[in-house]
């Protein structure tokens, strides 16, 4: 069976909309901007800021209020349920779907922290009264009453968040496999579609700005004190950004009965897991090579770009590059196909990055261009796959593979080709 | 192919009468996991261990899987509030001491996927480890997205736990708690071609079972969300929706040779006891058509008392005791997971 994508929506550092979002990486000098808070550093890290969000629960947001059909979310959430909330409101009217349809249709969320504004207040009074929000209904357990305990109990409602506002009664997941838990939640949701658990799946990923995350990185100094440059000899690790991302995936028999016009068609998905560390790649990639190895085994020819993880982490940037481009050998020089990393402008937006990556290589079918990689002086000369800097460049086969890698050696491999 | 039940585990926290305080006692690790190379593993990813190897059936001195072998062998993990305590530690120590106050060998516990990758690093699983967290029913959600990915070829085996620890200091979220069931893919009788659902994985599954004891088997799994409208009430529509889809799995069971009709076990947190007797009362109704029945369809609602694992509880027990049965997860918040479960009792495997 097989699953299109027929809406999509993006909310990130380039503001809202995807085309917003194609826009800033066609232009490719998106910088980050300093952090709210110096996060127990010594320095003042950088982050990609999200735009800001109103409650997911008011009625003035930015979702359209004939999206929401009178129902109200019970539970208001926190910001990444905000910044989700408004790419799903995008994505639902590009794909023109009906509160009938919502009611049966799945959703598939990818965060790695969820709401976790909800539990770093700038302050303790603004944690008690933020985590007191949540009526007695709207709790899953014994949230609901206020005070310094109650602290950011509320973390991992964001399917519920998202569920209630719009009125998505099918399957409700949330995935959290660290930085590929958006791909994973698009592989998820496709998974629900092709065994004929739902016909329609709104997949999803967002995670706001984390003290903590940003502290814990640095602390095994992963964080790049200036900007994200993945492709440059200099890079000195990774930028953390905010957003959210979401994607109507449905079946191609649903899609045509509804009229709806497919963007991209997804042509195969793998996991693999390294079981090799709790935080690093294993060197070698085998299982990366073997994931990106099976979504490529039935292809007609090889894809004509790749979306990369790729963060500014030297070691993991190289593990990946490496392990995607053997898999490719087999079909073609991987100096044939382009390599890209949003992240170099967007930042790394953590569970929603995968979503993102998929959303990219739709944009880049749907405009047959690769946006030019950002912030490179000088190109990392290992890297096997070409990289565009400058310009974009033609699309010269028609399909994207996007690869996710998190922590845990959690990987997934989409591969994603232009809609017949 | 079935979906068999072939190694389950649990270790839990018993309920303790009010204000006798916060106590960890109750998990020794040097049992489970020896004496050495748990240190700095959050309480979660120990409880996790725990479970996982006693339904694997491995010491954790085993060595892990490797090969092809590991490469059909997962993990799935349902919890949430893995890093919840550890969060809380490390904000304050950042607004106190700093990042140099937080000691590197505990990061990795800020990471909700931890514990599952502990395990999937512990066993060697390199088909995937995959971590959900919605509260509540992530324990058996983990359970439905691993016979899910058994069907699509993902794997032939699969590990579904469940691990939580409420925030210590916390009253009343629920108790400490690790579940976890072997799911075995069997295809020594699959004629039938419907699991081609297009995934690229490979791998047979003939034959991974061999020798295996099935406890009992999973016929399906579903996943709803029920809205509360406007006025503030459960949307009714989806509520019967729900309800109907949770009573088809019902015919499931009843087609594994089982000579008696399936338990209905409903488990809540108490704060959501209203919700699911509503729900209970309607899978109970959708249930009431020619072809269809549960025994005690008027059972009491199960209170959950460990979190996310609470269902995956539920589910182990059943499993041990051989009875089928309909298991749902209800969370306060309106999410129904279902899992099925029926007798496994076939002569290949006595």
Known sequence: MTVVVTGMGSVSCFGSGTTALWDGLLRADQLPVPAPDDCGLSFRPNFYAGPETRSPDDPSGSAPQDATHGVSSHAPGGRTSALIAAAVAEAVGEAGLTHEQLADAGLSVGTSLG???????????????????????????AAGQAGEDERGLATHHVASVIAARFGIGGPNHTLSTACSAGAYAVSWGAELIETGQADLVLVCGGDAFSRVAVGTLERFELVDSEHCRPFDTARAGMVTGEGAVAMVLESAESARRRGATAHAELAAHAWSCDAHHPMAPEPTG???????????????????????????VAGNDTVEADAVGEA?????????????????????????AGVFGCAIAALILRHGLVPPNAHVENVDPDCPLAVPVGNPVPLARPSVLVSGTGFGGNNAVLLWRAAE | MRVLITGVGAVAQEPRPAGDGADDAWF????????????YFSPATRYLLAAGNEAIGRRHSDEALTGAASECFGVVAGTEYAIAGVHRRMYDTLRTEGVRGISPAEVPAFSMNTPASQLAISAGARAFSVTVTNPVTAGLEAVHLAATALRTGRADRVVAAATDQAPP???????????????????????DSTDSA???????????????????????GVSRFVPVDADGRWNPVALALGARRIAALAAGVEGSESTTRPRLVVSAPASAHEFAVAVREAVGDALDTPGSDVRDRHTEVQEARHCAVSGLLELVTLAKSGESALVVSVSGSGRLTAIALGNASRPEFH
């Open chain 1, 286 to 312: 085998e299982q990366l090579r073997r994931s990106v190895a099976d979504v490529l085994a039935d292809v007609p020819e090889a894809p004509g770009a790749v979306v990369l993880h790729r963060a500014g």
């Open chain 1, 328 to 352: 490719l050998s087999v079909l073609i020089a991987p100096a044939e196909v382009v390599g890209s990393a949003p992240k170099a402008v967007m930042g790394h937006t953590a569970g929603a």
């Open chain 2, 169 to 191: 200091g916390v009253e009343g979220l629920g108790h400490d708690a690790a579940a976890a069931v072997l799911l075995t893919a069997d295809s020594t009788d699959s004629a």
């Open chain 2, 198 to 220: 297009g995934g690229p994985v490979g791998g047979s599954a003939g034959g991974s079972c061999e020798g295996a004891l099935a406890l009992a088997e999973i016929t399906g």
């Open chain 2, 28 to 39: 020794d690790p040097v049992p489970h996991l020896g004496r050495r190379g748990w240190k």
């Open chain 1, 115 to 141: 709401d976790i504004d909800l539990a770093e207040p700038a302050d303790s009074a603004t944690a008690a009264a933020a985590s007191a929000g949540s009526g007695p209904r709207g709790s899953d357990s």
